[in-house]
Structure formats: C-alpha cells, structure tokens
C-alpha cells in the first residue's frame, strides 16, 4: 500500500487545517492518523472504519477534529479546527488491511511518510 499524506501547514492558534491521505495499492480495513511531537511518543489521533463507517478519536482532539473518508478516491481526511500550539507535531496517516480501527499503532501495517502542521500563539 503506498500512502501520500498532504496539506499540513502553518496556522495560528484558533484556525483550521485539512490533512489528506490517498492510498493506493490494495483493499484494506480502517485508516487512520497519529502524530509525533519532538521528544514525544507517537499519539493516536484519528480512526475509520472503511466499509461500515464508525470513527474514533483521541481524547485530545474530540470535538474539534474530523475524520472523513471518501471510498472512491480511497481518500482519508482530517479536518483539524480550533487548532491549539500542542498540535504541531508530524501527522501520519497509517492503513489496516485486516482489523477493524482503533488506536494502537500495532494494528497498522502500512504508514504514510508523514506532514508537518505547525500552531503558533
């Protein structure tokens, strides 16, 4: 599976970006997005699942993030609002070919390469 991650970005605090992530190469269960801030672990942030269409989040992003999918573009989106300087990090989008979502990077097999989103004050 090979995964293009894009639209991160610069963005004050309170504004709004959407992350993308097309995948290609084969059928697969769920995607979904984590992010790594410097010195950090990798954090859950996003979950779908692609045939019957639940979503999960992290608890730091309920409420303000959304995840989204489109089946025919085998598209997943992040629409991030609100944003806050603790969410700059690395965001990367990861396929699950076999599982149902969820939020341990142990159940992805498959990782995008990875967009920049900086919140500043």
């Known amino acids: 599976v090979q995964l293009q991650a894009s639209g991160g970005g610069s963005v004050q605090a309170g504004g709004s970006l959407r992350l993308s992530c097309a995948a290609s190469g084969r059928t697969f269960s769920s995607m979904g997005w984590f992010r790594q801030a410097p010195g950090k672990e990798r954090e859950f942030v996003a979950a779908?699942?692609?045939?019957?269409?639940?979503?999960y989040y992290g608890d730091s992003v309920k409420g303000r993030f959304t995840i989204s999918r489109d089946s025919a573009k085998n598209t997943v989106y992040l629409q991030m609002n609100s944003l806050k300087p603790e969410d700059t990090a690395v965001y990367y989008c990861a396929v699950n070919v076999a599982e149902v979502a969820g939020s341990s990077r142990l159940l992805y097999d498959y990782w995008g390469q990875g967009t920049q989103v900086t919140v500043s004050s």
């Open positions: 779908i699942n692609w045939d019957v269409v639940l979503t």
